[in-house]
């Protein structure tokens, strides 16, 4: 059997860690004894979660960065850098969503959204996955989405890029199979966080708990999972729009939706 992959003393860096499921990632890797470095917009936040988690384990680090400006991308790559950081565990979470039609979606939202969304963990992947090459070992695990699998209106935007993440996860798994490398892409359904209102959108739907998605995530990373999907839903969703032609999954669309 192989090892576990995820262990204490190992260093993890997770995005959007000051709230919602970053948070209970940060509260469950430091609970397992890695050290973490904590990115997220708020720095307010970050100092809360700090102050919380120093209980369970003193090597925390947090570093706010606003992922809708690149220079802040940058500014977290040079810090990693001249501190000579090894990172063993990235883990891509930050992500903001907008439930509104196509049209009325205006320049900055868009910008903004493709900043956050796509490019920041596109570049810190490029950076780290470096990194990790050279050394032959890490994990990167991308926090896409169940709206990655299937046609979202009015989430046409997140869907989108939850997609390109996706892609992004699946062809940097491959490119990198023959490493000691995972990279692995969740599709999470729907999760108890400020999410959804964050983006605009009134649910009357109850979430899944984020510190059980964790829990599931980090026991699927251990057994070397690419693809993570939590929860029997999410597990319809991927294999009837992977599997299954347009013209019959578009009957079931409002009953997955
Ligand atoms: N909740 C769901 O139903 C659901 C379902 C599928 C996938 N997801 C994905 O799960 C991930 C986490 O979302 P969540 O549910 O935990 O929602 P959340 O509570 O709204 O958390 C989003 C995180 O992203 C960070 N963030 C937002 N804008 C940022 C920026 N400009 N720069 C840096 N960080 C920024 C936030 O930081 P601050 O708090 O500091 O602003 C926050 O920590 C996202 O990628 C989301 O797409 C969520």
């Known amino acids: 059997m192989n090892p ?29 004894g890695l050290n973490l470095i904590l990115v997220s917009k708020n720095s307010a936040k970050l100092n809360h979660v700090q102050k919380e988690l120093e209980n369970y384990h003193n090597g925390i680090i947090i570093f706010p960065c606003d992922f809708s400006d690149e220079n802040d991308v940058k500014k977290l790559v040079e810090y990693i850098q001249a501190q000579n950081i090894e990172i063993d565990f990235l883990i891509n979470n930050a992500g903001v969503g907008i439930y509104k039609e196509f049209t009325s979606i205006n320049e900055i939202e868009i910008n903004k959204m493709i900043s956050i969304n796509l490019l920041a963990p596109t570049l810190l992947t490029r950076y780290i996955l470096e990194k990790m090459s050279n050394n032959n070992s890490g994990i990167i695990l991308n926090i896409s989405s169940t709206m990655a699998l299937r046609p979202s209106p009015k989430w046409s935007v997140y869907a989108a890029e939850k997609s390109y993440l996706s892609l992004l996860s699946r062809s940097l798994y491959y490119e990198n199979k023959n490493k000691n490398i995972l990279i692995s892409v969740l599709y999470a359904g729907k999760i108890n966080t400020d999410f959804d209102r964050n983006a605009g959108f009134q649910s009357h739907k109850t979430g899944k708990n984020p510190d059980a998605i964790v829990r599931y995530t980090l026991k699927k990373l251990n057994k070397y999972h ?12 991927y294999f009837c729009f992977k599997m299954l032609p347009d013209f019959i999954t578009k009957r079931f669309l409002r009953y997955l939706t």
């Open 4 to 32: 576990k992959l995820i262990k204490k003393g190992q260093t993890a860096l997770i995005t959007g860690a000051g709230s919602g499921l970053g948070f209970a990632f940060a509260k469950i890797l430091s609970e397992i």
């Open 226 to 237: 690419s693809i993570i999907i939590p929860g029997a839903k999410a597990k319809i969703i």
